[in-house]
């Protein structure tokens, strides 16, 4: 029985059955893996090993070199040395023969012949399951090889084939904005793939897009002709004249009503316990669509039921699958939070150290995004990143920068630093097509841009979060990217109440539309009545700087004699700015001191890394340090 498994369309590595790397040696020795591979099973000679391996100048020993590689590999590949079966001797030369379930490419290979006579659903399964095995490109440390361009070139046709059929199979059962999404991408990066061209056209026109379906076949013509110098294949035309007819052969063969009822006849049939985790898949879906509220109290559902099997991989398995980042640092449900926290935290102990590491790093990761500006968990979510990097798992590892992001508030000044691992979630997401976790890196990274005064690089990361928004149908994106516009372009803070009632989001908007007014009032004290504001969970700090803009300075000095310092997170800048020039008009020492003390660390940045309000930079109200 093997206990590895062996990726090559990507990295290449192998991984244990618990979820660690198994030592490999040095570059040519897994060289020499990848080389025995391709082969399929294949006798290779040492004469050509060694070729292959040293194509310039072989050293002296270079046979023996070849053998030690062997003697190696068997060692981390099979535990009974004394009879190889996946890495044997053949007269001269070696084969590699592992079972074809312990190498991605077999098994990405094998899910796509599968698909061929498989009905639609099924297909369009197989296919996603084949290409979940890429995590990069095929031998990538080999790129120059002679001996893996062929083999790279074999596998990079067989993904996009493979990409373009699960596009057909899922326009067939009517997820049609899926099969434009990754049609979108392919015929960007693939201009000349006309069978793209024509599926995306097709698919728009199913989307009841059919000025864009038109477009889209203009616009292959074109690059066919104009830039590759290629005759258009004649379907493409006869789409085109097709969708012009109207032609209703080219309506979805499966209704709508008839995927949710194939949907729901199938779930039915699923065991309870594999229900309980797809039903924690739809939730994460639901909660980025928009459903906030709804997704939270399904989430608690899942987790109780899930908890009553008793079994805690299960568990941790439903929780872990609730993997959306959270980019604003005070909580839509507190109660709900410390409840899923709680859970997570019993499921950790539980598992003990028998669990699978990325169930662990998931928990973590979970702790740490739902204890968000309450508690700090940074060694958690510092654990789940460890975690995620040696398993080499980029999903996971978005999800935990996502908990170390909602934990980078210890103190004012982490601007920077928080730049920094959103750019990382931003470079992964994009590598692996993670578009959650590219709207979250952006979104992060925006506001760490504006508390640096970077902003024509947040107008950047704004205009690419509304595009993946409206892309991948993810609406709560577009409320920060407004609320972004709304401070770069100075508007009225009246404008905020709209979006911020429409969010669905209340640790968002309770109190904020009342922050963002109170934030705008002139800096001078004394200026007459405040406006009647109900700042809710920001009145500990807003309160006093109402009270000396109404010219109220024994109630202000009263209000800043209790004040506490503000929660660690987005507004923490902003709250101890407010105070600050509170206590300065107020004439309360005490607080000005505190607030000064708290924002020294910041006396670089802007008190904007909410990317909701922007009170400008924090040095100028600062005082001196006392010597």
């Known amino acids: 029985m093997h206990t590895w498994d062996l990726r090559v369309l990507g990295p290449v590595r192998v991984v244990g059955a618990d979820g660690r790397p198994v030592p490999l040696g040095g570059r040519r020795q897994r060289e020499l893996l990848c080389l025995l591979l391709t082969a399929r099973g294949r006798v290779v000679g040492v004469e050509r090993l060694v070729d292959e391996l040293w194509p310039d100048d072989p050293p002296p020993r270079a046979k023996g070199a070849v053998r030690t590689f062997v003697s190696d590999l068997r060692r981390a590949l099979e535990a009974d040395r004394r009879r190889p079966r996946v890495l044997v001797t053949e007269g001269a030369g070696y084969a590699l023969r592992p079972p074809p379930e312990c190498v991605d490419v077999r098994r990405a290979e094998r899910w796509a012949e599968q698909a061929g006579g498989a009905p639609p659903e099924e297909a369009a399964r197989l296919l996603g399951d084949a290409l979940a095995q890429w995590r990069g490109e095929p031998f990538e440390e080999f790129a120059d090889a002679e001996w893996a361009r062929a083999e790279r070139a074999r596998l990079a046709e067989l993904r996009v084939r493979t990409v373009e059929r699960l596009a057909r199979a899922r326009l067939d059962t009517g997820r049609i904005d899926e099969a434009v999404a990754s049609l979108s991408a392919l015929v960007g990066s693939h201009p000349w793939r006309e069978e793209a061209w024509r599926l995306l056209a097709l698919g728009l026109y199913r989307g009841g897009r059919r000025r864009d379906a038109l477009a889209a076949l203009a616009g292959a013509r074109a690059r066919l002709v104009d830039e590759l110098g290629l005759d258009p294949d004649p379907r493409l035309a006869e789409l085109e004249v097709r969708i012009l007819r109207g032609d209703p052969a080219l309506r979805s063969p499966a209704s709508e009503r008839d995927v949710w009822s194939n949907a729901a006849a199938a779930y039915a049939a699923v065991p309870a316990r594999s229900r309980l985790e797809t039903t924690a898949a739809l939730i994460s879906d639901l909660a980025v669509s928009g459903a906030v509220a709804a997704a939270a109290e399904q989430r608690l559902e899942a987790i109780t039921a899930a908890e009553r099997f008793g079994d805690p991989e299960l568990t941790a398995r439903v929780i872990g699958r609730f993997d959306v980042p959270g980019v604003w640092t005070r909580s839509d449900d507190p109660a709900g939070a410390a409840a899923v926290v709680a859970a997570a935290e019993r499921t950790l102990d539980r598992l003990g150290d028998g669990g699978s590491r990325a169930a662990r790093a998931r928990l973590l990761a979970t702790v740490a995004m739902e204890s968000r500006g309450t508690a700090d968990r940074g060694a958690q979510a510092r654990e789940a990143e460890r975690i995620a990097r040696e398993l080499g798992d980029p999903r996971l590892l978005c999800t935990a920068l996502a908990g170390r992001l909602m934990q980078e508030f210890g103190r004012t000044g982490l601007a920077g630093r928080r730049r920094d691992l959103a750019a990382e979630v931003v470079d992964v997401a994009v590598d692996h097509d993670l578009a959650t976790f590219e709207v979250h890196g952006r979104i992060s990274r925006m506001q760490a841009l504006s508390a640096l005064g970077l902003f024509a690089e947040a107008d950047a990361d704004a205009e690419r979060v509304d595009a993946l928004a409206d892309r991948f149908d993810r609406p709560l994106a577009g409320v920060f990217t407004a609320l972004y516009r709304r401070m770069r372009e100075d508007r009225p803070p009246a404008e905020a109440a709209a979006v911020l009632a429409r969010s669905g989001m209340a640790g968002l908007a309770e109190g904020t539309a009342a922050l963002l007014e109170a934030a705008s009032l002139p800096d001078g004290g004394g200026a007459g009545p405040a406006p009647d504001l109900d700042p809710g969970p920001y009145a500990p700090w ?36 407010l105070v600050l020039k509170a206590a300065r008009l107020a004439g309360h020492p005490e607080a000005l001191r505190r607030a000064a003390d708290a924002l020294r660390p910041a006396a670089a940045e802007r008190a904007a890394g909410s990317a909701l309000l922007d009170l400008g930079p924090i040095a100028p109200w600062l005082p001196a340090p006392p010597l």
Do not use: I, M
Request: glycine share 2%; no cysteine.
């Open 542 to 577: 807003v309160l006093p700087w109402l009270a000396v803009r109404a010219g109220d300075r024994d109630r202000a000095r009263v209000l800043l004699d209790a004040v506490p310092a503000p929660p660690h997170d987005l507004l923490q800048e902003a709250l101890w700015l």
